[in-house]
């Protein structure tokens, strides 16, 4: 089934080429002239969409260091940190949105942002963007769900350790609060995430189940799993994007580079274009003429008239001019109804 929509114009669905976001998060690393360098390098390597999020740390949580506000998982990438710390140095500025939309717009690419509270959807509706996204974390925040929808604006779903019922759930008020455009992503929340987790074929069971379009938040590393994603029916892939790992940042460890971005653009839509459906026998002009090459019976010896075809004067060879080779047992111990010279291709009107 397929459930096409479009952002900003932009089709998005199983016929189209795969939709690719690029999420700058906090790669801009506090620098609005490093954050338009992505936008402009995003934008070379051809993604279609520009992400940010919209928060300040106190929109996200509290200025303490108690431990259920510090990260102690020592397998994180943000060991020790606080909460609060951590946002603060994640975020994007408010002021600084309005120029990344602009030169991101100016570039063809669609801007838009993760809002986190209502003062991020007041504030992205003053700047018009073409559609939401809800993060993994907040998919279960119903009343923030519910002020995204009542935009009336696409809206994407990250459904990261969401369950079935949870989804299900959000799905329900998005569509209850006027939301019509829902594109859910199956998503990892581990950063980096192991593809191993990835558990891609869930994502056909997305859009049966919910009747939606579906796509890859992907927080692995490169983009192997992103590009075999295409092949389960993600038609929106989302990637977060650096100019250089080796730069530092919150999320530069599992981020790509503008290289790999590139790669992915590419790979994703070869991975689309061959879909194609199924398909027996010549399925192009290009590949019909190489019929030719197939091989067929041919003379490769001089052959007098009233001769006998054996094995020494008829060959199954290329190129596929003569009679399928098949036909070889019917032609050996037949006589030549003429002369043959070597290099004919065996017709029925060479046998006697």
């Given at each position: 089934?397929?459930?096409?929509?479009?952002?900003?114009?932009?089709?998005?669905?199983?016929?189209?080429?795969?939709?690719?976001?690029?999420?700058?998060?906090?790669?801009?690393?506090?620098?609005?002239?490093?954050?338009?360098?992505?936008?402009?390098?995003?934008?070379?390597?051809?993604?279609?969409?520009?992400?940010?999020?919209?928060?300040?740390?106190?929109?996200?949580?509290?200025?303490?260091?108690?431990?259920?506000?510090?990260?102690?998982?020592?397998?994180?990438?943000?060991?020790?940190?606080?909460?609060?710390?951590?946002?603060?140095?994640?975020?994007?500025?408010?002021?600084?949105?309005?120029?990344?939309?602009?030169?991101?717009?100016?570039?063809?690419?669609?801007?838009?942002?993760?809002?986190?509270?209502?003062?991020?959807?007041?504030?992205?509706?003053?700047?018009?963007?073409?559609?939401?996204?809800?993060?993994?974390?907040?998919?279960?925040?119903?009343?923030?769900?519910?002020?995204?929808?009542?935009?009336?604006?696409?809206?994407?779903?990250?459904?990261?350790?969401?369950?079935?019922?949870?989804?299900?759930?959000?799905?329900?008020?998005?569509?209850?609060?006027?939301?019509?455009?829902?594109?859910?992503?199956?998503?990892?929340?581990?950063?980096?995430?192991?593809?191993e987790d990835a558990n891609i074929l869930t994502i056909p069971n997305l859009r049966e189940t919910f009747q939606c379009e579906a796509g890859l938040s992907d927080h692995t590393m490169g983009v192997g799993v992103s590009v075999a994603s295409v092949a389960h029916g993600a038609t929106v892939i989302e990637k977060h994007f650096t100019l250089r790992r080796a730069d530092g940042g919150v999320d530069s460890a599992f981020s790509l580079e503008p290289e790999e971005m590139r790669a992915l653009v590419v790979e994703t839509q070869r991975a689309w274009a061959s879909l194609g459906g199924v398909s027996y026998g010549a399925s192009s002009a290009q590949e019909t003429k190489s019929l030719a090459f197939r091989r067929s019976l041919y003379v490769s010896e001089d052959m007098a008239a009233g001769e006998i075809f054996t094995a020494a004067n008829v060959r199954a060879i290329r190129p596929g001019y003569g009679l399928p080779t098949k036909y070889l047992d019917t032609v050996l111990g037949r006589k030549a109804a003429r002369a043959i010279k070597r290099g004919e291709p065996v017709g029925w009107d060479m046998l006697g």
């Open positions: 089934m397929k459930h096409r929509i479009a952002i900003a114009g932009r089709p998005i669905g199983l016929d189209s080429p795969p939709f690719i976001i690029a999420e700058m998060s906090g790669n801009h690393n506090h620098s609005l002239d490093r954050a338009l360098a992505l936008v402009d390098a995003a934008a070379d390597a051809g993604a279609h969409a520009l992400k940010l999020q919209t928060y300040t740390a106190d929109t996200m949580t509290l200025p303490i260091r108690t431990s259920a506000f510090v990260i102690d998982d020592p397998n994180s990438l943000w060991h020790g940190r606080s909460l609060h710390d951590l946002y603060e140095e994640a975020h994007t500025p408010w002021d600084w949105h309005g120029p990344i939309f602009e030169r991101a717009r100016s570039l063809g690419m669609i801007p838009f942002s993760t809002p986190f509270d209502d003062t991020a959807v007041d504030f992205l509706e003053s700047l018009d963007v073409a559609c939401y996204k809800i993060a993994s974390f907040e998919m279960t925040d119903i009343h923030l769900v519910r002020r995204v929808a009542r935009t009336g604006k696409p809206m994407i779903i990250s459904t990261g350790m969401g369950t079935v019922a949870e989804i299900a759930e959000t799905v329900a008020v998005a569509r209850d609060a006027g939301a019509t455009d829902l594109i859910l992503l199956k998503c990892t929340s581990a950063y980096p995430s192991m593809p």
